[in-house]
């Protein structure tokens, strides 16, 4: 990718694990520059963030991050 990945944590972490996954986030779009495009990201990010907990979308220009059952974002990429 040549421009760089923007990370918005949108909510506080629920805990002590959600808080580390989302340190982990963020190393993840640090290094994702590498990559050919943001949809090659999106696995790595649901692989993080897996279902039933969270739901990952992804779109030409972003990746978003919802707890499942929350109508509000947790975390968008773009």
């Not at 050919?36 to 692989?47: E, S």
């Not at 030409?60 to 968008?76: K, M, V």
């Amino acid at each position: 990718m040549s421009d760089t990945l923007q990370l918005l944590i949108e909510q506080s972490a629920h805990d002590e694990a959600e808080a580390a996954q989302l340190t982990r986030l963020t190393e993840l779009v640090a290094t994702a520059a590498q990559l050919p495009g943001l949809r090659d990201l999106a696995p790595a990010v649901r692989h993080h963030f897996p279902e039933p907990t969270y739901l990952v979308g992804c779109g030409s220009a972003h990746i978003w991050l919802h707890r499942a059952g929350d109508a509000h974002r947790l975390a968008l990429i773009r």
